[in-house]
């Protein structure tokens, strides 16, 4: 599945394209490199987000092409 519909899905992003944008302006880190929205995410990967001086940092832990807002919660782990 791409990051930007993974952020989407698991609602750690609540649309798309800002997914896309915070891709693109580099805040978003995947495995410790900077990512690009087409990027394929897998179980395991660690993903990074920065929101000003905010850092999020969580662990992918399932992938599904639908979530309810229920399921979604348990798509990632924080660190």
Known sequence: MRL????????????RT??????????????G???KASSEVKIGDIVEIRY????????IVTVNEVATKAN??????PL
């Open 52 to 59: 000003g001086e905010k850092v999020i940092k969580f662990e």
């Open 18 to 31: 800002v997914a896309n944008e915070a891709c693109d302006a580099g805040r978003v880190m995947l495995n």
């Open 72 to 77: 979604a919660d348990g798509m990632i782990k």
């Open 4 to 15: 930007d519909k993974f952020l989407k899905v698991s609602r750690v992003i609540k649309r």
């Open 33 to 35: 490199k900077l990512a």
